[in-house]
């Protein structure tokens, strides 16, 4: 009789143990599925390889150019389309005394690449917290965002943060790649904009423009972009 309440006991342990380890699994498969998702997410983005004399966008064969930025403190690769903002258009469009530093955009002023070397000291290991502490800011600012993607990369060598992310608007959605870099000491940020309707054409390509940025502290021949 005692054997048999042993079996028994032993019996519900074995069960216990198991749906235990049942919720384990589907709770780390839980875990699993955002990192998986964002992995096929990054499969599915198409590559655009920036480096070539030009790319196709909308069909069409747009070259690229490699542009000097902030007197020469780095460099970025981007298609012809773009030309520096005037004064005019950025006080309307950036009505901020704190607009960005430095302004492209395309011929109809609805896609954008913004430089803005902030007075904040930051320096490289203090690049994916400062990341962290925009992407606080940003869930604050826009809690009806739909968040795409965030990670900390090194490009050329360097401590590159960036996030990407859908926000309201009066006229539409807007879809913004914002990066984060030191340079020199200082807390570079870079944004990206377009409308959500042209995110499927110029989201690959504003990724493969920030993934070609270079930067001169970066240089081995003494402070030149090489």
Known sequence: FIDEKIIALRNEMREQEQHELAQRQV????????EQASKQEEQD???????QSYIIID????????????DGKMTIRMPKLFSKMSTE????????DRRPNLIYTDESSSINLA????????????????QENMIDILEQAQPSADWLDTDVLKIDEKTVGFLEIITPAI????????FFASIEGIALIGTFNCMEEDLE??????RAMMESLRFASNSRNGGGIR
């Open 201 to 206: 054409t110029w989201r690959p390509i504003a």
């Open 171 to 178: 006229d539409g959605d807007i879809f913004n790649l914002m």
């Open 89 to 96: 258009l950025a006080a309307l469009k950036y009505p901020s």
């Open 115 to 130: 430089f803005n070397l902030t007075p904040h000291r930051l320096q490289e290991e203090g690049v994916a917290a400062f």
């Open 27 to 34: 709770a780390l498969q839980k875990e699993q599925e955002p």
């Open 45 to 51: 983005l198409e590559k655009v390889n920036i480096y």
């Open 59 to 70: 069909d069409e064969k747009i070259g690229v150019m490699e542009q000097s930025l902030l």
